[in-house]
T-cell receptor, first 114, second 117 residues
Framework: AQSVTQLDSHVSVSEGTPVLLRCNYS??????LFWYVQHPNKGLQLLLK??????LVKGINGFEAEFKKSETSFHLTKPSAHMSDAAEYFC????????????FGTGTRLQVFP | DTGVSQNPRHKITKRGQNVTFRCDPI?????LYWYRQTLGQGPEFLTYFQNEAQLEKSRLLSDRFSAERPKGSFSTLEIQRTEQGDSAMYLC???????????????FGPGTRLTVL
């Protein structure tokens, strides 16, 4: 079965410093992987998606993620954090038989300090 | 607003009462999903519809839960005899099956937060 593991439940950074949110996946096939962001009292928003094309995926708001098959990882990065980046981030893998059905990690809460 | 909408946004109920939530998907979307998110966890799949047919139900969906999508448009999720463990955020999402972007076309609503006292 497909699954994702988010290695950090909380990450704190200072504004202007790099962000790294870590995710490992488990899948017996080439997966579709996503990062979603959830701001308080707002719906889930797709940041970026990997579907076996380019291994480095660029998303919205300056985020990007790199698919590394050898490490079964799909870490999310951003060169410079902004205060508005503070939110909950979810690493997600799609179900093999139904690619619209999403399997979420437990989330990483990102705090950004001024 | 052409996004996914959910009503009510918040619901507080007493244990043992029945509650019903509504989801209005994006109008041209033929798939509709329900997820449940408890505090500190990621959303978990509950069930999904393609048009009016309910095609899959999670083991998380006990007999007290029922979902419908009678005309292939809006959907309702009913919980009977609520328990404190049902307290969670209930999320609805919609997508267009067969769309070129696949799950890129999955959009989430803002959720209904249920509190069972």
């Amino acid at each position: 079965a497909q699954s994702v593991t988010q290695l950090d439940s909380h990450v704190s950074v200072s504004e202007g410093t790099p962000v790294l949110l870590r995710c490992n996946y488990s899948s017996s096939y080439s997966p579709s992987l996503f990062w979603y962001v959830q701001h308080p009292n707002k719906g889930l928003q797709l940041l970026l998606k990997y579907t076996s094309a380019a291994t480095l995926v660029k998303g919205i708001n300056g985020f990007e993620a790199e698919f590394k098959k050898s490490e079964t990882s799909f870490h999310l990065t951003k060169p410079s954090a902004h205060m508005s980046d503070a939110a909950e981030y979810f690493c997600v893998v799609s179900d093999r038989r139904n690619t619209d059905k999403l399997i979420f990690g437990t989330g990483t809460r990102l705090q950004v300090f001024p | 607003d052409t996004g996914v909408s959910q009503n009510p946004r918040h619901k507080i109920t007493k244990r043992g009462q029945n509650v019903t939530f509504r989801c209005d998907p994006i109008s041209e979307h033929n798939r509709l999903y329900w997820y449940r998110q408890t505090l500190g966890q990621g959303p978990e799949f509950l069930t999904y519809f393609q048009n009016e047919a309910q095609l899959e139900k999670s083991r998380l969906l006990s007999d007290r839960f029922s979902a419908e999508r009678p005309k292939g448009s809006f959907s309702t999720l009913e919980i009977q005899r609520t328990e404190q463990g049902d307290s969670a955020m209930y999320l609805c999402a919609s997508s267009l099956a067969g769309g070129l972007a696949g799950a890129m076309s999955t959009f989430f609503g803002p959720g209904t937060r249920l509190t069972v006292l």
